[in-house]
């Protein structure tokens, strides 16, 4: 299981990240939830091995996050789809498919995984020979998430999948969140501003405010909190 | 020369000044291994080989200290433009000091006289036809391993965006020092060809180098920065160009000529003839 304790993340004099611990389970979908600022990115970032800690632990399994690059953690089965649907526009769609399989040995193993993609996301496979460029923002955030799957991982942590789409595509990509949990056993961390549909398909969720966690539990319980409601959910 | 700059440019986003330089170093050593080995077709290889490991060298020591140092802000994006400006310098005071500063000759391997048809001499010869060749063959692999193989996939992903290709598992800083060491060779065949092509004559403040470096970067912005063929078509109109002011208005006019090509471009059409858009805008 995913395992944080007492982390610390400075921005320069800033801590985005004071002090906080929680762990997921393995095979469930934690959403982590907050306001603009609230250190949610920073957090993201710094488990996949983009920022470094001030303090404290993170690990994966045995697997200590808070060491190494990128790359490294990749080879590890933590995968992480960054702010903004990171794509790149100028590459094909099976080129940025391929990408995230670049390191895998066994090339039939990764082919398999890039039909499985074409199978979660059939309108990738439409578009397979197109520049990502000309997607929309919807299929750019389902090829990022197949980009990061393409590594097989155990871990996927997902920023702000929803950021700019409309509601009815954000309900699509949620839905194939929650697919990826069940059907393939993927451990998901999910960020998002989208408080209340990120809860509703999350088994459980953390509030972050101001790099603190305000509150954390099941994902049921927090939609009914009466706090939790008025502050985050609004209503 | 323009395809060795796209190289560099492609896989790291640095514009590298200094390609003049290791073009020029390389020429030399060239001369150096065909004295020693006695012959071009062996030397030539090498001297490519050679190239590339000092290419990466550079990255290796050079780049990736300053990018240590400075990670954000204008001091990032310029601090390496200028280092390789500086090794520009320092190549050539060093070559100054080892084979001094008169001429060497290079001789080439190949007949200079032209072609003969009947009674009519062409200008194209045997050593002339053997660069084109050459060239066209190096673009045509350079441009298969760019877009077809898995090497080329994480250079371009690596080029364009380098935090996502790390995310996907790629060890980017890796794959820039490759890129360096694909854009040195290149550079180094292109030192070594220019020489054997023109005079023969080498000295370390070779005016020949100057232009190389001058028309290198003017014909890889003219032909987009991004693109490979680009690089070549550039190369082409520009020497096209350049022949036809010289020949018909005056040599005196050929710089002038070529930086106001330049500048048209730049106005005209910033990504160059086969950029494309996309590339600007990430």
Redesign the interface.
Known sequence: MLKINNLTVAHGAIRAIDDISFSVEKGQLAAVIGSNGAGKTTLMRTLSGLKSAENGTATWLDHNLLHGKPEHHVRQGVSHVSEGKSVIAQLTVEENLDLGALWRRNRDEAKATKEEVFHLFPRLGERRKQLADTLSGGERQMLAIGRAYMSRPALLLLDEPSLGLAPLVIEQIFQSIRHIVDSMGVTVVLVEQNAMGALKIADSGVVLNLGRIAASGKASDLIADPAVRTAYLGF | MAISMVLVWRSTRVVNFAQAGMALLSAYIGYELVARVGNFWIALPLAMILGAAFSAFIEFVLMRTLQKHSTQGAIAAIAPIIATLGLLGLIRATIGFIWGHGDVQLQAPLSKVGFKFGETTIIMNPMSLFVLLFVITLMLIVSIVFQKT?IG??L??SA??P??????????SGIRTLGWAIAGAAGAAAGILQTVNGTGALTPESLEFSLLLVFGFIAAVIGGLESLPGAVLGALILGLVLAAVQIYISGALVFIVAFLLLLLVLIVRPQGFLG?K??R??
């Open positions: 898995n996939l994480a371009r992903a364009y965006a935090e996502i290709a790390q995310l996907a598992g790629i060890r980017v494309s996309a590339g805008r990430a």
